[in-house]
Structure formats: structure tokens, C-alpha cells
């Protein structure tokens, strides 16, 4: 799944580890999400979302 | 959603803890179809006649071989290792925990069965605690690096 996780958490001066410390994961699972190759929970998705203060739609919502 | 018990026993995160699911379910899935057609051959064509003892040996040590390998090749273990300090510090913790199993093995069997009374007795001992900690540095320094490779590609660009 596509999305804008590592623009809006570059935006917010945070790296990998610092954001995957923030929600419970590990950074490895940050990179996978952000390379498209994981497809987090909606739980964890809200989590990374309210850390990076964007709403689901400006973090995974593909527009046509 | 409501979580089961088998969680108690799974990883907190929660890429891992789905990786681990999948190979539990997926080393099942082959055990059950194992099983299911050595029934079928057993009973329908010819009898296998292997007994009850050997079938749960087999049966568990597919199960835990199978996890075991797909977590160590998917390269999981060790999701934070990203830099090349960080990667020979833990190949070193590696090397020093098989060190000190094989340490630990021979003052345990000791212990236990006592001292050895010939040669044949001290390489009964011997033998086996050097293959295990050959095995353990293999399987941990195998699992570090697929994680290490792995952690590289995802890296910030």
C-alpha cells in the first residue's frame, strides 16, 4: 500500500527509530510500512497518524 | 479486537507477531497434510507401521524446525540492528553466548552424571557441546545477517 508516512515524518524531523519508539514497533516495521511492503493494523496506522499530526487521509489515501 | 492467549506468547510488534502466525499456521497446515496422507497410505495402501513415539518426534520436530528456520531466514530477529558497529558488536554477543554454553555444557552434564572415568566418557561430553555451540553461532549469525540485510534496504534513502 502506498503511502505518505516517511514525507510527513521527515516534515516532523523524526527518523525511523525515533517514530517507531513513539508507536511500538520496531524500525524495521517503520521501513517496511513506509516501503509499502507491510500493511499496518488501523490501530497502528491511528498511532503513527496522531504522532505525525495528520489524519488517515493525508497519510494513506490515494488520490484518482 | 480481542486477542487470544497465544499472544502472551508472540512478539509486541506487531509486523513480527504476524510473521510468526504465519509460519505457525503454515508449519500446521503442513504437518496436517503430512499426517493426513501418511493415514491415507497407512491405512488404504500399505502398512507403515511406525510407532506412536516416532510419529510425535517427527510431528514436533517439524514444528519447532520449520518456525525456527523461516524466523531465522526471514530475517526478524534483530529489526533494530542497522549500522555496521551495531552488526559486529551483536556477531560478537553471538560468539560469546555460544562460548559460554560451551562452558556451561560440560559443568552441567558434570553435575549431573559426574565425573567421566575414560577418554571415551570426556568426548561423550565434549563432542556434543562443541556441535551445539557451532550450531548456535551458525543459526544466530545467520539470523543476524538476513536481519542486517534486511534492515539496509529499508533504510532512509
Not at chain 2, 19 to 25: D, E, G, R, S
Not at chain 2, 86 to 93: I, Q
Amino acid at each position: 500500500m502506498n503511502n505518505r508516512i516517511k514525507l510527513a515524518r521527515t516534515e516532523k524531523s523524526l527518523t525511523q527509530a525515533q517514530l517507531a519508539s513513539k508507536v511500538g514497533v520496531t524500525r524495521q516495521t517503520v521501513g517496511l510500512i513506509e516501503k509499502g511492503r507491510y500493511n499496518p493494523s488501523l490501530q497502528l496506522c491511528i498511532a503513527i497518524a496522531k504522532t505525525l499530526d495528520k489524519t488517515l487521509d493525508d497519510l494513506f489515501w490515494e488520490e484518482n | 479486537m480481542e486477542k487470544s492467549w497465544i499472544a502472551t506468547f508472540l512478539p509486541k510488534d506487531e509486523y513480527k507477531e504476524r510473521k510468526m502466525l504465519y509460519f505457525m499456521a503454515e508449519a500446521v497446515f503442513i504437518l496436517f497434510a503430512l499426517l493426513f496422507f501418511y493415514l491415507i497410505i497407512d491405512l488404504l495402501i500399505i502398512d507403515l507401521d511406525i510407532p506412536a513415539f516416532g510419529l510425535a518426534i517427527f510431528a514436533l520436530l517439524f514444528l519447532s524446525s520449520y518456525i525456527l528456520l523461516r524466523y531465522t531466514f526471514a530475517g526478524i530477529e534483530y529489526p533494530d540492528i542497522t549500522t555496521k558497529k551495531r552488526y559486529k558488536k551483536e556477531k560478537k554477543a553471538i560468539f560469546m553466548r555460544s562460548l559460554i554454553y560451551l562452558a556451561i555444557y560440560p559443568i552441567a552434564y558434570i553435575i549431573i552424571q559426574g565425573f567421566p572415568t575414560d577418554w571415551e566418557g570426556v568426548l561423550d561430553i565434549i563432542g556434543p557441546a562443541i556441535l551445539a555451540a557451532i550450531f548456535l553461532f551458525a543459526w544466530g549469525y545467520l539470523s543476524l545477517k538476513k536481519s542486517y540485510k534486511k534492515n539496509q534496504e529499508l533504510l532512509d534513502d
